[in-house]
Structures are given as structure tokens and as C-alpha cells.
């Protein structure tokens, strides 16, 4: 299982950014996809995650500015980020947890750097 993310880049203050990480097999096969970041001299965090039926749940923070959704049909995910803010800034993370049989794997994507700036 490979993930792509996509979408980072440098947005003011009050911005817009829409991610995407585009996984390399079906969704079928996925649990749950989450979105986490990692401030330079921080730990990573959860941003928020959706599970199979579509349900989500978000960190306080991120709460009624981020959204995350879910295309099946092109084994994609999505993180719709707005009113963002300078404490936004770090590099987004991607995971999926993926059932085989009787066992769980976790994957995760290379990253994409988000940078709030005037």
C-alpha cells in the first residue's frame, strides 16, 4: 500500500487549501484514514480521521474549519482546510489502517508541507 499526498503549499492567514492522498489499492481494504501534522520541534498530531461508513472525528483545534472526506471510487482522501491560521503550518501526514485476514497494518504517506504566512 503506497500514499500519495498532494495539495500543500504557502496560503495567507484566512486561507484555503483542499489535500488529497491518493492510496494505491482499494479502499475496500481500508479501516480508517486519518490526517495528522508535525510542527518543526513538535510531535505529530491527529488532525482528524474517517472510517469506513463515512463517520469523522476532528481535534479540537481543526474543529468547523477542517473536513475531511472520502472517494471510494478513486481511493482517495481528502482534507478541505479553511480560515486557516499561522499555527497551522507543518507538514501533513496521510494514514491508512488496512485489514489482511486476521491482522492490521498501518501505513503512511510521505508528507506535504502546509505553510500559513503573510
Known sequence: MQLVESGG?????G????LSCAASESSS????MG???QAPGKQ?????????GGNTNYADSV??????????????????LNSLKPEDTAVYYCN??????RYRYLYWGQGTQVTVSS
Open 9 to 13: 503549499g504557502l496560503v495567507q492567514p
Open 15 to 18: 486561507g484555503s487549501l483542499n
Open 29 to 32: 481494504s481500508i479501516d480508517t
Open 35 to 37: 490526517w495528522y501534522r
Open 44 to 52: 505529530r498530531e491527529l488532525v482528524g480521521r474517517i472510517i469506513t
Open 63 to 80: 474543529k468547523g474549519r477542517f473536513t475531511i472526506s472520502r472517494d471510494n471510487a478513486k481511493n482517495t482522501v481528502y482534507l478541505q
Open 96 to 101: 491508512a489502517l488496512v485489514s489482511r485476514g
